[in-house]
């Protein structure tokens, strides 16, 4: 079975930035698309995506997958991942929120480089700062 939260990602990203002294919420059902971090004051929603349920590199990953077992199923789980993804970024964006996506390779990669990214975002939001919406 797949997890929805607490990847092995997202706990990693969890952890980097408990250390730096930052505190949030945890998959706030409350949200649309249910965020992984949320920093309630400073409206900012984060998603730990992964790489393949969210399609990274579509266009390498769907020529891959159209080339194995049961492509139309895969492509059209992807694609309708991406999809949701697209329709959940506007919806935060569009009630105010700052919304990161963060690949998933992308914090196994470095941990630190992501949670120093999305502390400059939180505080930016802490100081009003607008400019990153």
């Known amino acids: ?7 092995t990602h997202e ?12 505190r949030y919420r945890k998959n706030v059902p ?5 965020p992984d971090i949320v920093f309630h004051r400073e409206r900012v929603a984060v998603f730990c995506d992964g790489d393949f349920w969210h399609g990274r590199h ?5 020529g891959k997958l159209r080339a194995g077992t049961n492509p139309s199923y895969w492509t059209g789980k992807i694609s309708a991942n991406r999809s949701r993804d697209r329709r959940v970024t506007r919806l935060l964006k569009t ?14 990669r470095d941990p630190e480089r992501v949670a120093c990214i999305v502390e400059r975002l939180v505080q930016r939001s802490r100081r ?6």
């Open 1 to 7: 079975m797949t997890r929805n939260s607490n990847t």
């Open 11 to 22: 706990h990693l990203l969890r952890i980097t930035l408990w250390k730096r002294g930052l």
């Open 30 to 34: 409350t949200l649309p698309g249910k």
């Open 58 to 62: 579509w266009r390498r990953l769907s």
């Open 95 to 108: 009630e105010g929120w700052t919304v990161i996506r963060i690949w998933e390779t992308d914090i196994r």
């Open 128 to 133: 009003g700062d607008d400019a990153i919406h």
